[in-house]
């Protein structure tokens, strides 16, 4: 229940700001809402699931629903991809989601009103939704207005739960709707209320609404009772309203709205469900793995056939009767179907369902100032979000055209700030930020033996005979040892190394070290992106600490040991030891061992410098162990040798101040079994216990 | 480059021990590059030197700080101020910079952490070998590039002496005999007879025996007066 108004000042991990101005990871580029999937992916490695919650959310307001169903551009981008697979993005997302439950919850909180002015959107989908928390979080009064009785536009009418479960979405919409948004469900603009009433009541409208009207066929046979077409069939499903499916359905369409439509039929009994489409297997416009799982599911696909007419007999439908398509594309990729008029076929179906593509409703709009043009389409400004009329924008696939859910989202942000500039009086034009953005180059073809080989983490499902009887969610969650797996096949892209120009003098030191071959020396170091894999190497042996991390700070443990340590008593009868703890292996964040060891956790030992170790004692350690993976397990190179020769050399330095060197400790168990690496800690903890206190210091005198 | 290598800690300590706040400001070239003096090692030395205080129970402040460069004035300025307001500087530079801070510094003492030692070249990651003595007349082209004064042991000008044992100096098997190595050198460039010709004895005058040396460019320094005159008649320096 959302309690007092707080202003939120919005989580940014490490490295955010620096990220901006340097080209993004792959994953990133990729996302049209520009999520930070490396970000995020390393705050799970490393078992922040909250933080990767804030990371995931913050450009994303429907990120639960994007974890059950974004086509995952990201991943597509990934460049694990030329290694081996790319990582499961979306699944890790869901991960850290359903970890943070709770944490979300908590945070729901109303937003400040503080700008006086108010906001119609109309449409709650995934632009609607966006819009709608933006400006509510920018100090509007925001009011929706959604024609059905739930949120969520197509994400609730159209799309199936048993792809989008209904408890995901209302997370998501709980979370925007919780910051004070009034909202009007039930409510059709042109029948319950008139676009005229809102545009009076706010100071600027968004139309969101979406493309909620199917197009059908003009063939002849259409007419008449066992056609159904696709958006009204969903929705009546949707809403929990009776169905007559015959026994044979057949869907005409081969975009992933027409494998929802099959599936769903399915779902609800229809053992023999088939789809004709114009496209060939391999360019059917839907997602491929959509394709193959309604394959899984007994869905037989007649690819390169176009409807001609609707066969029945005594009026009740009895089949489609279909041409043959030679090609659907022209050779400047355009949309222009050729037939062979002497091969037709019919296809056996009682019941129809056109799935072919979707338009807007705009009837509300019909005596209002917007323009529509001569295809019933919205004119509108791209670089601005408007429509002729002042103060009404527009956002999402009413104007888009149909696109993914990501996609919308990136588009309602465009039109909540052209809104919110428009509020306050400001130009719009040349102010909304610019789509593409830099991106880090392919993974240069000389690494790739170089990197270790992690098979994919698979995603289970139901199997398809279960799932064909049910509209629960058809895929399983990763389990935290399955996240932690994949979470660390990440390479970390943009979140490596960065040359301070000012202080480096082109030693080479950086240049040496490197495995990858990341630095490139002249006038000064530079460290090449597309090389780089964040592994943290470099910055602890650069003689003038001009190296800098963008995902951590490499000063960090220093900076805190202090704090972490605190003021060991004198009378401690077991010694205190700082542990550095390689948290690439499963759990290994959770990592618990005795209350006498501090627990400081890195990504990799390869960050643990000389200077950690040394501030450990200085803080009053009696003993620092360095635990790293075991063996050949480390997913970076060189990493166990310059260890151990920091190691090595932090030893001398303490034996000139006559400190024992055995306080100081490389640990790594012979299994990567947590409990293992415990042990090792407590068998270590023994050991400097035995040396008893560290040569009085001034703390032992307190 | 100018290479050193740091002092024994103790030798360090007893130089600072009894002052309260201590800095000890790295450069970061030369002894950088030798990892000796940069940044890093200064801040080593610091964390060292904090725990060497509280183990005999002083009580002292020690920072560090690091600059590009202690042999350029205008790497100075920036930190100048914040410089003096330290008891003892514990400067990590090559020598040069010792001396140069020293001059500028005014009424705070500036001690060594290094020991600088010659000019030298990285024949691998680590390891760092003189190869210059910074003699004032060099002589290389008669000697295929290879210095008599830097890497003989003897500064021989006519060697090798009887002591060259297999191309190593009689000194120790891990020197090289610089003779040997401009004789083979010589050869396979083809200049071997060079070496037969008769040269006058060397005037060393030229080298650290004539006194400390001084270079004066004057085509840079009329710039420079330039500057300055602009400057006053703009006003005075900023």
Known sequence: MPTEEIKVTPYRPYGADIKETRPYSPCRAACPAHTDAQAYISLIAQGRYNEAFEVITAPNPIATVCSMICHHPCEQACRRCGIDEPLSVRHLKRFAIEQSKDYRRAKRRLAEKTRGKSIGIIGSGPSGLTAARDLADLGYGVTIYERHPQLGGMLVSAIPPYRLPREALKEDVDDVISKGIEVKAGCEVGRDISFDEISRKHDAVLLAAGLSMSRSLNIPGVEGPGILLAIPFL???????????????????????????????????????????????????????????????????????????????????????????????????????????????????????????????????????????????????????????????????????????????????????????????????????????????????????????????????????????????????????????????????????????????????????????????????????????????????????????????????????????????????????????????????????????????????????????????????????????????????????????????????????????????????????????????????????????????????? | MI????????????????????????????????????????????SMLRMKASQEGRSMEVSHMGVMRHCEPEYFTPVMDEVKKYDIVLSTACGVGVNFLSERIGNVPVVPGINTSFYGAVSEPGVFEELCAGCGDCILHLTGGICPIARCSKTLMNGPCGGTNKGKCEISSDVDCAWFLIVERMKSLGMLEKLAEVLPPRNWTSARDGGPRRISLEHIRVFEEAEENKDKSAGGKN
């Open chain 1, 235 to 702: 929705e009546d499903v949707a809403f929990g309203m009776k169905i007559d499916l015959g026994k044979k359905v057949l869907v005409i369409g081969g975009g992933n709205v027409a494998m929802d439509v099959a599936r769903t039929a399915r779902r609800l009994g229809v053992k023999d469900v088939s789809m004709v489409c114009l496209e060939a297997s391999d360019e059917m416009p839907a997602w491929k793995w959509e394709v193959d799982e309604a394959v899984e599911e007994g869905i037989t696909i007649n690819n390169s056939w176009g409807p001609k007419a609707v066969a029945r007999q005594d009026g009740k439908v009895t089949g489609l009767e279909v041409i043959k398509v030679l090609s659907v594309f022209d050779k400047e990729r355009r949309f222009s179907p050729v037939f062979d008029n002497d091969q037709t076929r019919t296809i056996g179906a009682d019941t129809i369902i056109i799935t072919i593509g979707q338009m807007a409703n705009l009837s509300f709009l019909k005596d209002s100032a917007v323009k529509i043009d001569e295809r019933g389409r919205i004119i509108w400004n791209a670089d601005t979000q408007m429509t002729n009329a002042p103060g009404v924008f527009v956002a999402g696939e009413v104007v888009t055209g149909p696109g993914s859910a990501i996609a919308a989202v990136a588009n309602g942000h465009r039109a909540a700030l052209a809104m919110h500039l428009y509020c306050q009086g400001e130009a719009v034009e040349g102010k909304l930020p610019v789509q593409e953005k830099e991106k880090i180059g392919q993974m240069p073809s000389d690494l790739t033996d170089k990197i270790m080989r992690i098979p994919r983490q698979k995603v289970r499902h139901m199997d398809p005979e279960t799932r064909c009887n049910t509209f629960e969610h058809f895929e399983e969650g990763f389990t935290e040892a399955e996240a932690l797996n994949e979470a660390s096949r990440c390479r970390g892209c943009g979140g490596g190394a960065v040359v301070d120009s000012s202080k480096c003098m082109a030693c080479l030191t950086c240049q040496r070290v490197c495995p990858y071959g990341a630095p490139v020396v002249q006038a000064y170091s530079v460290i090449r992106p597309e090389y780089c894999q964040a592994c943290g190497l470099c910055a602890p042996e650069c003689p003038a600490e001009a190296i800098s991390m963008v995902s951590y700070d490499v000063r960090e443990h220093r900076n805190n040991m202090a704090a972490a340590i605190g003021s060991p008593s004198a009378g401690r009868t077991e010694p205190l030891i700082a542990a550095f703890v390689c948290t690439n292996n499963i759990g290994r964040h959770a990592f618990q061992t005795s209350s006498n060891v501090k627990v400081f956790p890195v990504h990799c030992v390869s960050r643990v410098d000389i200077l950690d170790m040394l501030k450990a004692f200085e803080c009053g350690a009696d003993g620092v162990a360095v635990v790293s993976c075991s063996g050949g397990a480390c997913k970076y190179l060189d990493v166990e040798k310059r260890a151990s020769a920091r190691i090595s050399r932090a030893k001398s330095l303490l034996s000139v101040l006559g400190i024992q060197p055995e306080r100081l400790q490389k640990l790594s168990s012979v299994t990567a079994d947590i409990d293992s690496h415990a042990a090792a800690c407590r068998e270590f903890s023994e050991r400097v216990k035995a040396l008893g206190k560290i040569n009085s210091t001034n703390k032992d005198k307190e």
């Open chain 2, 3 to 46: 290479v050193g290598s740091q002092k024994p800690l103790d030798e360090i300590w007893n130089m600072v021990r009894d002052h309260k706040k201590v800095l000890v400001f790295g450069c970061n070239t030369c002894v950088a590059i030798c990892h000796a003096g940069g940044e890093k090692e200064a801040e080593t030395i610091a």
